[in-house]
């Protein structure tokens, strides 16, 4: 079946340029996560969506990134104003709930010039 | 507050030989525990998880998992590393918190396998 589709997958941008990156869950999937890889480290939480509840934005480093879930389904996170140290890989995963398995697209490398 | 720490951030063995990634967590109730794995330029794979059954998980490619509440540990292990098995690995806890579950990630175990 269809897993989670990430677009694109890879993007290039100059310094201060905005972007928007996609992510299309699993069908059904209520929990929706972004979450920012940077070369060889572990995962950093950036935001969780839960059905129609308020989303968890806890994880966001700054207000040039945001994200929003449209009719429950398709995520955008758009980080603004873009800068070198916003260069990671962008992953998105979806679930049932937030302690059940999560399914990861395979991301987002986006390059800061 | 849960945490979770992997213990070694790589794990060099020979094809052939067994493997051990070490996971402890830290926990307040009663919590979900997850491997994953992701190789290179690929999202996580869901390994294996507990949900509170049996305390020996297993999971996908011979890994399996032995959920032992007095050490507060979620060991991985495999009887015989193959090749394919070179990744990072992800232990990750999830469990109550204010207002629903939160989940956190270890920093990974970057696991090497030798011919």
């Known amino acids: 079946g269809a897993g989670v589709s990430q677009s694109p997958s890879n993007k290039v941008t100059e310094k201060g340029k905005d972007v928007e990156l996609r992510c299309d869950p699993i069908s059904g999937h209520t929990a929706l996560y972004w979450y920012r890889q940077s070369l060889g480290q572990g995962l950093e939480f950036l935001i969780y969506?839960?059905?129609?509840?308020?989303?968890?934005k806890s994880g966001l480093p700054s207000d040039r990134f945001s994200a929003e879930r449209t009719g429950g389904s398709v995520s955008t996170l758009t980080i603004q104003r873009t800068q070198q140290e916003d260069s990671a890989v962008y992953l998105c995963?979806?679930?049932?709930?937030?302690?059940?398995?999560?399914?990861f697209g395979d991301g987002t490398r986006l390059s800061i010039l | 507050a849960q945490s979770v720490t992997q213990l070694d951030s790589h794990v060099s063995v020979s094809e052939g030989t067994p493997v051990l990634l070490r996971c402890n967590y830290s926990?307040?109730?009663?919590?979900?525990l997850f491997w994953y794995v992701q190789h290179p330029n690929k999202g996580l794979q869901l390994l294996l998880k507990?949900?509170?059954?049996?305390?020996l998980v297993k999971g996908i490619n011979g890994f399996e998992a032995e959920f032992k509440k007095s050490e507060t540990s979620f060991h991985l292990t495999k009887p015989s590393a193959h090749m394919s098995d070179a990744a990072e690995y992800f232990c990750?806890?999830?469990?109550?918190?204010?207002?629903?579950?939160?989940?956190?990630f270890g920093a990974g175990t970057r696991l090497f396998v030798k011919a």
């Open positions: 995963a979806s679930g049932w709930r937030s302690n059940q398995p999560q399914h």
């Open positions: 969506f839960q059905g129609n509840s308020a989303p968890d």
């Open positions: 926990s307040s109730y009663s919590p979900s």
């Open positions: 507990y949900t509170s059954a049996a305390t």
């Open positions: 990750v806890v999830s469990d109550r918190n204010t207002g629903g579950f939160k989940t956190i």
